[in-house]
């Protein structure tokens, strides 16, 4: 099992930025494919963005909304993954939700399958 806490949303200025994180437990993070997800009221959880494990060559993938302005990495060493998040306009308000895959997950099941475990949310509100 895997538990998931995120960290470091609030309130910020439309065109400013803000910085995600999520700690997570149990073995194995760095073989892990991890992702943001994101949500707002009535509408379905959709990806942010996704960073694979060392076997997928810790390669990167953004939704449309996010590319050139998110940022996701992560340290294995400290079993974090992050979010930086810079140009932020009211369309990102949302619950941002940290996820993780099971470890033995394959590229294809993590690109068309939605993740196994999930953090409790931390929300981001932008203002204009």
């Known amino acids: 099992q895997v538990q998931l806490v995120e960290s470091g949303g609030g309130l910020v200025q439309a065109g400013g930025s803000l910085g995600l994180s999520c700690a997570a437990s149990?073995?194995?993070?760095?073989?892990?494919?991890m992702a943001w997800y994101r949500q707002t009221p009535g509408k379905q959880r959709e990806l942010v963005a996704r960073?694979?494990?060392?076997?997928?060559?810790?390669?990167?993938a953004y939704a449309d909304s996010a590319k050139g302005r998110f940022t996701i990495s992560r340290d294995d060493a400290k079993n974090t993954v992050y979010l930086q998040m810079n140009s932020l306009n009211l369309e990102d308000t949302a619950v941002y939700y940290c996820?993780?895959?099971?470890?033995?997950?394959?590229?294809?099941?993590?690109?068309?399958?939605?993740?196994?475990?999930w953090g409790q949310g931390t929300q981001v509100t932008v203002s204009s």
């Open positions: 996820a993780a895959y099971k470890e033995t997950r394959i590229m294809s099941f993590i690109t068309s399958t939605p993740p196994d475990y």
């Open positions: 149990g073995s194995s993070f760095s073989r892990r494919a």
């Open positions: 960073i694979m494990g060392n076997m997928g060559g810790r390669r990167t």
